[in-house]
Structures are given as C-alpha cells and as structure tokens.
C-alpha cells in the first residue's frame, strides 16, 4: 500500500541512518579500489591480493553495522508496516541525486530483509525493481573525472593519441620503452581492421579508470569507426629481472619499468579478460552503473549481473541474477532435474536444462571417505571466493532461503533432496524453500567431455586439464581431488575446476615420493603399508586414476608427466613459500608482444592449444 501521507518523524530519520550506512560502504570500498594503483606503482603484489580478497567483506560488514545501529536506535524489527512504508519512500527520495543508487538500494534490502522476517520478502518494501534510473548518471562538477575519455585521431595522429591515452593514466612509473609498445598495439590494430575506410565519426573512447588485478594493470576502451565498434584492453606490465638459468627468480622488491604485454580485441578476448573464473578488478569508478553500460556495449553478450561481479560489486551482481533468475522461471516451464554426470559425494548438484547455471546443496551426511563437515565445505567454498580463481575455478553466488516453484521439480529430485538434504529444505504449498545453497555456470563435465569428443578435441582438453592445474599451482592452490569429474569444459573450451571440498593451499600440503618397499611383504601388499600423514600428497599415485585411457595417458605423458613428479610440486611450494607472486596471463600467451617478438615459433598458436568448440 503507498503511504497517502509521510507523518511518521522516525521514517526519516531511519532512511537516512540506512543512506549513511551505504555511503559509508562505498566510501571504504572506493578508496580500497583507488589505492590499486599506488600498490601497482610500488609492485606490492601481495598487498593487491589483500586488497582483493578484503574487500569483499566490506558489503557484510557495513550491513552488520547498519542493522546493529537500527535495532539499537530505533528497534527497527517491530516497527509497524506502516512507517517501513514510509521509510521506503524517504530513501527513494534520498537517492534521487545519488551516483550509485542501484547499489544503495541493493543495501537498502539487505539490511531489510536481516531486520524483518523472511515471510516480508514479497513484499513491498524492498526494491524488487530498481526504483531510480542509472541511465546518464554524471558527476558535472568540473574537477570530476568523466567515466570515459573520447580521442578524435586522424591517421597521421594516431600514434600520438596512443601515447596520449597511456599518459592520461599519470602512472608515477616509467615506461621501458612506451614508442615500442604503441608501435606494437598500431600494428596489431592494424591486423583486427585490416583495410578499412577511415569515417567521419572515427574516435577512440577509453574508461576513465584503469582495471588492477594481481600484476597487471589493463587499458579498457573501444575504437568506433562509422557502426563499427572494436573493444580492446591493453595490459600494463612490469619487467622483472630475469633470473639465471636454472635459478628460482627473487620476489620483486622494487618495482621494475612498465610495458605494454598485449592487445586483446573483440567480444570473446574481453570475455576471457572478464571471466567469472578470475578475481574480481579492482576499479576507481564515481558511477559504476557507467561503467557497466560501457563494458556491456564491449560484451553483450555477457549479463550485467556478472559485470557488476567482475568490478567487485558482488552483492550487486547477486541481487541482479536473482532478478535475471525469476525472470527466467516466468518465461520458461521446463522443470528442475539432477544435473547429468556422476553424483557428487557432499554436493546433490542441480540444475534446469533451458538455464546456464547449476545449483548446489550440501548434503546432510557423506560416504566414510569424505572426513569433513558443512563448515569446513563452506569454508573451502569461501576460500576459493576470496581468492585468485586464474582462470580455472569458478566463482560460486551464495544464496540462503531461496524460494523455487515446486511443480517445476522432477519427482526424482524431490526425493533426492528429501533424502539427502532434509535440514536444508523446507515444503509450504507450492513452496519449495532451500536454505542454503551455492549457484555456479553450468560447463561440460570433463569426464562426459572426454567420453564424446573428436581425438583432437580429447587432446586439446587433456593439454588444458594440466595447463588448469598448472594455473591453480602457480596460485598456491592444490585442487585435492584431480579426477576429470570434478573439472568442467566452459564455452570457449577452457577447463575449470569446480569441486573444492578438498581444496588446500599448496603451502600446507607435503608433497613425499612414495617410499621404496623395505621388503617382499611390502612390495606385495595391494595396501598403502607406509605412513600417510594429513596433508601428505604422493603424486606418483596420481596416474592409476587419471590415465586408464590411452589416448588419454598418451597426450598427458607428453605435455604434463612433471604433475606426476613430487620435485614438480614441491619445487613450486618453495618459490611461493619465497615470496614469489606468478603470472597467470588471462589470455592466450601468443598474444604477447615480446613472446612473438623472441619466437617466431610461437606466433601461431599451437594446434593443441587452439580453442575447439564445445558441439
Ligand atoms: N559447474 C558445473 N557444471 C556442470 N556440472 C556440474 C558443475 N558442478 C558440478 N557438476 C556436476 O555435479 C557433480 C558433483 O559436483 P561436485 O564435484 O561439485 O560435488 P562433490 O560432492 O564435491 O563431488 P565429489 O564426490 O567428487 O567430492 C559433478 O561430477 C558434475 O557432474
């Protein structure tokens, strides 16, 4: 019911309380991403993951706070309909000249919906729909920074403009050599375009901001050329010194000169740089609904929930897909089924066929071999939130009380839930109410991938399944269990892990050859008759379980025999124990300048290494 009359002195009030409380989370988490770039400057690589990791904590623990302050004041929680209402209305007004509203709305109900029952979720007082437009949102003041720069370059000037759009960044740190670099970005430019007609309206337009993550800094803009618009990224590198040959490279302490790695071009080489398997960016962004209108003009065909995701905005980008899902449920009618491939163990794994996403439920009790609990799964699962995901995990959206429509579940799945997840679920009428669970995209179980595919295919994904746990290693993570099942084949034909209840860092594990038998009894025994501590890894073993196939055995022995080798994972454990932070190149290593400047050989891509789509 709308409010005829605002009368009550406390729905101000409390709206305003809630604004502060927004304010001040945007606040810590702007100033959290604006200082990426001093950590760029001075090469604090582990400061940047701190960074990366901390602050995605930031959106609960400003809630907390916002929730304790209201209780406290106002004894929020029994406040009648009414003055919610009202307070509704007051916050709407609040917003009408804010920069971020979306945002503030988001935290308008997560506050809510903490203070009110959850039987009040229908309801009119949280944001269902986004009250006020982000459409054109600008901050005119003339020392504000616009969301994007425009270049007007004729061909003479190119060059210049370049130099100019790297400039505008005032890095505080010099340039190895930034003539070089543009005169590699122009030629690249030059391959994308091919010959074209130079058009009246020929512009380059560029995000204000630059996008930090790990050791990289990246460039964002488009090149727009009559209808034609090309998205580009240009990452921003430092030089480390190169180790000697066989030598295990020091931490970089100071920070080394800048260059210019590559130019990435077009939808699908943005998607990579935005994969939902990366950390989130750290960005300087007034207006953040400008910035994600910017990038889904480069990348369309990616959801605005999962941009909001990728600039750190989480919360944000889970409050968007829960909208995207219910719309979805509206306008399709296939029904909820067990997710194909082998059932998982701790996980009843879900999904509907007509929709990209699986859903996941921890179950209630596990099988012996499986000595862990719901905690110490969602643990695990937060881990791998908070940390570096290279590419190679997944990023999970955390739900709790999530209301399906029952007649759209399979019996079969009812039963499966019922038995294996009663604590979790909940039956009123149509209702079926899922307590807690983790939704995650939807790839091709590597097993089922490997079962079908062309040998060329079977090869490509067997190359990437170790390049996947090559990638995790240099992050400092083991995956536990490496079995094909518990990776998956994503549209680009990237593989990726998504099992992570057995998940450890690579520091905490002990990677042991297995001993030599001391006598017959030993040798004989089909038992494991040496002592196996908790966080002992022996990978000789791995191979009995990964290579029963052939064709499999044969492309895993040429390309990665050394993840069968302790000296392999051990040695790997030493340099990150040291300090040393990796490179994982969020796109293919052909692309880089100076790789295809000093091997030739390298410049096209490997056949094996080339992208083979997913029939
Ligand atoms: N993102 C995904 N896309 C497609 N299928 C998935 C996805 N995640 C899980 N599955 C399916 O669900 C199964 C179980 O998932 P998962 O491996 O996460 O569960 P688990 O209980 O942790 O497994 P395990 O028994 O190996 O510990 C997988 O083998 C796969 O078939």
Not at 458 to 472: F, P, R, S, T
Request: aromatic content about 14%; some cysteine.
């Amino acid at each position: 019911m709308f409010p005829h009359e605002l009368n009550d002195p406390r729905a101000f009030e409390i709206a305003q309380a809630l604004l502060e409380g927004f304010n001040k989370h945007y606040r810590l988490f702007r100033a959290a991403s604006a200082t990426a770039k001093q950590r760029f400057e001075q090469a604090d690589w582990h400061g940047q993951q701190r960074a990366q990791r901390e602050r995605i904590e930031f959106y609960d623990l400003r809630v907390d706070e916002a929730v304790a302050l209201l209780e406290e004041r106002y004894k929020t929680s029994r406040l009648p309909t009414e003055v919610w209402q009202q307070v509704k209305l007051h916050y709407i007004g609040l917003l009408t000249n804010h920069r971020q509203p979306e945002l503030a709305e988001t935290f308008f109900n997560s506050v809510c919906t903490r203070l009110l029952h959850h039987s009040y979720f229908h309801n009119e007082f949280i944001f269902v729909r986004p009250a006020i437009s982000t459409e054109y949102i600008e901050n005119d003041e003339p020392a504000a920074q616009p969301t994007y720069r425009c270049y007007y370059p004729s061909q003479d000037t190119l060059r210049d403009t370049f130099m100019r759009i790297v400039w505008n960044f005032q890095l505080t740190l010099e340039f190895e050599d930034l003539g070089r670099d543009i005169d590699c970005v122009l030629q690249a430019i030059g391959s994308e375009l091919g010959a074209f007609r130079w058009r009246t309206n020929f512009q380059v337009q560029v995000l204000s901001s630059l996008f930090f993550r790990n050791k990289g800094a990246y460039i964002v803009g488009k090149i727009v050329n009559g209808f034609t618009e090309t998205p580009f990224a240009l990452p921003i590198l430092h030089r480390e010194p190169t180790p000697a040959p066989g030598r295990v490279p020091a931490p970089q302490k100071q920070p080394g000169l800048l260059y210019i790695d590559a130019a990435l071009f077009g939808e699908d080489e943005l998607l990579m740089l935005f994969s939902f398997a990366r950390a989130y960016f750290l960005v300087d962004m007034e207006v953040p609904s400008a910035y994600v209108q910017f990038l889904r003009s480069l990348m369309p065909r990616k959801p605005r929930s999962e941009i909001y995701s990728t600039l750190g905005l989480q919360k944000q980008g889970k409050n968007l897909f829960y909208r995207d899902f219910l719309n979805h449920l509206r306008h399709s009618s296939d029904k909820f089924r067990i997710a194909p491939g082998i059932k998982g163990m701790v996980m009843l794994v879900f999904d509907l066929p007509s929709y990209p996403f699986v859903f996941k439920v921890i179950k209630d009790f596990y099988p012996p071999q499986k000595d862990t609990t719901r905690e110490q799964i969602q643990a695990k699962y937060l881990l791998v939130k908070q940390h570096d995901r290279v590419g190679r995990m997944a990023d999970t959206l955390e739900y709790t009380q999530v209301a399906f429509p029952r007649h759209r579940f399979e019996e079969e799945l009812i039963a499966e839930l019922r038995h294996f997840c009663p604590s979790l679920l909940e039956e009123s009428g149509d209702d079926l109410i899922i307590k807690h669970l983790y939704i995650e995209r939807r790839m091709v179980p590597l097993n089922i991938y490997l079962q079908e595919s062309s040998p060329a295919q079977l090869a490509h994904a067997v190359v990437e399944y170790g390049n996947a746990i090559k990638d995790m290693v240099s992050a400092n993570i083991f995956p536990g269990d490496m079995l094909w099942k518990n990776f998956g084949v994503t549209r680009h034909g990237k593989v990726v892990f998504y099992d992570y209840d057995e998940i450890e860092y690579l520091t905490d594990c002990q990677f042991r050859a297995v001993p030599q038998p001391r006598n017959e009894e030993e040798e004989m025994s089909g038992e494991i008759w040496y002592q196996v501590n908790k966080h002992d890894v022996f990978p000789e073993t791995f191979g009995p379980f990964l290579l029963g196939h052939p064709g499999v055995r044969d492309v895993f022995m040429a390309h990665h025999a050394d993840l069968l080798d302790p000296a392999f994972w051990q040695a790997h454990k030493e340099r990150i124990l040291a300090g040393h932070v990796h490179d994982v190149f969020p796109y293919d290593p052909h692309k880089r300048f100076h790789v295809r400047d000093l091997a030739p050989a390298l410049k096209a891509p490997d056949p094996e290494h080339r992208e083979l789509p997913i029939q």
